[in-house]
């Protein structure tokens, strides 16, 4: 069985940011047997120290909001090629985000990189240090663990 790995990104203190991890946390939750069959790591931050998250890990599923000018709270389901086309810095909501985090992981260290990268992004509205996760974006959390348990059922079943 392939191993995998779904990791939460964002900051719990910065409106939608939080939606990664409050997204892993609840899949997790709502599927305990599907969450044994998968590890499961939160990031503050998706910088170089998601590289080493990756580990041995042959499939990675990320989660993050994205601010792609969609509609706040569209779940976004895509592949790494798609994530590195959105260019520096508009993939994410982080200054050096997980588009420019993977882009360079591939140039520099190509086995660092899981052979399969998906990621479950979700449209922010806002990320103001304080609040919390607004309404719309909150709204998506079903339909962002549905896809979770879905792509885990595709590997692991």
Do not use: N
Not at 35 to 61: H, M, N, R, T
Not at 101 to 119: F, W
């Amino acid at each position: 069985m392939k191993k995998i790995i779904l990791i939460g990104i964002g900051q719990k203190l910065r409106g939608d940011d939080a939606i990664g991890p409050e997204v892993v946390q609840a899949w997790e939750w709502q599927h305990p047997e599907s969450a044994k069959l998968v590890q499961i790591e939160l990031s503050q931050l998706p910088g170089l120290e998601l590289l080493g998250l990756f580990g041995d890990a042959d499939i990675a599923i990320l989660v993050d909001a994205v601010q792609s000018g969609g509609e706040a709270g569209t779940v976004h389901v895509t592949g790494i090629d798609q994530v590195i086309s959105f260019g520096a810095g508009s993939g994410s909501v982080h200054g050096f985000g997980v588009a420019e985090t993977l882009a360079l992981g591939q140039q520099v260290d190509p086995d660092a990189i899981p052979d399969e990268v998906i990621i479950i992004g979700v449209e922010a509205l806002q990320m103001d240090i304080g609040h919390p996760i607004s309404r719309e974006v909150q709204t998506s959390i079903p339909q962002a663990i549905s896809s979770i348990q879905e792509i885990v059922l595709q590997y692991t079943t």
